[in-house]
């Protein structure tokens, strides 16, 4: 008989696992190594002779890629900023815990909204690398997601910083896809789209990128600001017309839009200085560690790579489908009947409401609420599924996701809740704290995209009501 308390603890074990697989700090030890005055970072090698090396680390990774960096290289290393959250490491129990080495400043770059500490952040980073520029240094850039918020400079000058967060805020709302959020946004920014390596044109450069956004499409981490966009990068005033924005951007950001063409961007690339960047962590490698561990459990396992960027509605359609045809599949040719499905990304998710939650809790509600739809074979099997950002944050929440079962909509019905309601608020994060079935993580320091971990058994009979 099918026990939902094993398949909770073996979803939220199978999450807990990958997140402790997937440390930023850690890649960053494996990729780098210095050898007397021979530095390698993957296949690149760089003689630094009497050079000095810079750092700038930006993001939800900043902190702990930073430390790990200035551990490997030691003396070499001479100045580096850190831009990011408070907490951005497990080591860090207090915020007194978090302070960098005395070689690091430290700037709290704003989030998810630009603040005024993103643009001191992006003053710090402007002196730091016409210093490193003048010395014709190294220059070393650790990239994560988040940092798009974190550190902002407006591309002119009469773009204020309330034009700025007005303009994030109706971005990260509207349901377009990261790509396209971070095509307008470099239309707007001095720092995006290249333009903040720009600066230092002779300065030998390398990004190191813990990536949060789709397979090959690096140079949207952050908002690429070491990177110029790819040719083939959506045109943001495209973007502005397919979800009509005209009418809730501000007209400076709209005047900023039109005036700044792709072509405009930074090819800082170009330069006779060297330039390279590698990712040393992606959305594929966190599904595949919870792929691995799941099947250390005994469970047979698929990973859904295909389900990832839809619209959120349906993404849930798409995985439930494919859940039922692997149990289907399992069951009928197999004498195992426990199975995992595992996607990733980030499906769009346009907020409705006023309420508190975020893409993954509001997934894992429509996933709950699939359960009641008579067409779905669901009914012939017990399921978990659990939902979760890896950087343990999910939208406006204080959570990283959520975790539903067969029973879920059955609970919150005997207590008195809608789940349709929360749904239509986007209040997801209320509906969960209700059922006690929220993932609370606090910020894990890194950021991979999303998760989805659903476990299945074959259904027999009603679930035991201590399982309830």
């Known amino acids: 008989m099918p026990n939902l308390t094993q398949l909770r603890l073996a979803a939220r074990d199978i999450f807990n696992e990958t997140l402790l697989a997937v440390d930023a700090g850690e890649a960053v030890r494996r990729a780098v190594h210095l050898k007397g005055l021979r530095l390698t970072v993957r296949d690149a090698t760089i003689d630094l002779g009497n050079r000095s090396i810079y750092s700038i680390a930006i993001g939800k990774a900043a902190l702990p890629m ?23 490491s497990p080591e860090c129990s207090t915020p007194e815990a978090c302070v960098p080495p005395s070689r690091w400043q430290w700037c709290e770059g704003g989030h998810p909204l630009p603040t005024n500490t993103s643009l001191v952040a992006a003053e710090e980073a402007f002196a730091l690398l016409d210093r490193a520029n003048k010395e014709r240094a190294l220059l070393i850039f650790l990239i994560s997601g988040g940092g798009s918020a974190m550190l902002e400079w407006p591309i002119q000058q009469d773009i204020t910083l309330a034009d700025l967060r007005m303009a994030n805020k109706v971005l990260i709302n509207c349901g377009a896809s990261i790509v396209e959020i971070n095509s307008v946004r470099q239309a707007f920014s001095a720092v995006k789209g290249g333009r903040l390596a720009a600066r230092a044109p002779n300065c030998d450069q390398i990004t190191m990128i813990v990536s949060d956004v789709p397979s090959g499409q690096e140079r949207n981490v952050a908002s690429g600001p070491t990177l110029a966009p790819s040719r083939d990068s959506p045109d943001p005033r495209e973007i502005n017309a397919r979800y009509h924005l005209r009418a809730e951007l501000p007209e400076t950001i709209l005047r900023a839009i039109h005036a700044n063409s792709p072509a405009s961007f930074a090819s800082h690339e170009f330069a006779s200085s060297m330039r390279k960047h590698f990712v040393l962590l992606n959305n594929d490698e966190a599904l595949a560690t919870a792929a691995k561990a ?17 619209r959120i509605e349906e993404g849930c359609a798409e995985i439930l489908k494919r859940l039922e045809a692997l149990h289907n599949a399992v069951v009928r040719n197999a004498s195992q009947n426990s199975i995992c499905l595992v996607s990733g990304g980030e499906f769009a998710c346009p907020v409705n409401g006023n309420g508190i939650g975020g893409r993954n809790q509001e997934t894992a509600l429509r996933l709950a609420l699939e359960t009641e739809n008579p067409s779905r074979q669901s009914k012939s099997m017990t399921f978990v599924a659990l939902c979760a ?10 959570a990283a996701g959520a975790i539903i079962d067969s029973t879920t909509i059955q609970r919150a019905r005997a207590i008195g809740l ?26 894990t320091g890194t950021n991979m995209r999303d998760i989805r971990i659903l476990l299945a058994e074959q259904h027999h009979a009603s679930p035991p009501e201590d399982d309830l």
């Open 66 to 88: 930073a430390l790990a960096l200035e551990d490997v290289i030691g003396e070499p290393f001479i100045r580096g900023l850190i831009v990011g959250p408070v907490r951005t």
């Open 294 to 310: 799941a099947r250390q459990r005994g469970f047979v396992t698929e990973i859904s790579r295909d389900i990832k960027d839809q």
């Open 389 to 398: 950002g890896t950087d343990g944050i999910d939208g406006n929440s204080p």
């Open 418 to 443: 809608d789940p349709k309601d929360f749904l239509k608020r986007s209040d997801a994060y209320s509906f969960f704290v209700a059922l006690g079935d929220v993932i609370t993580t606090g910020a």
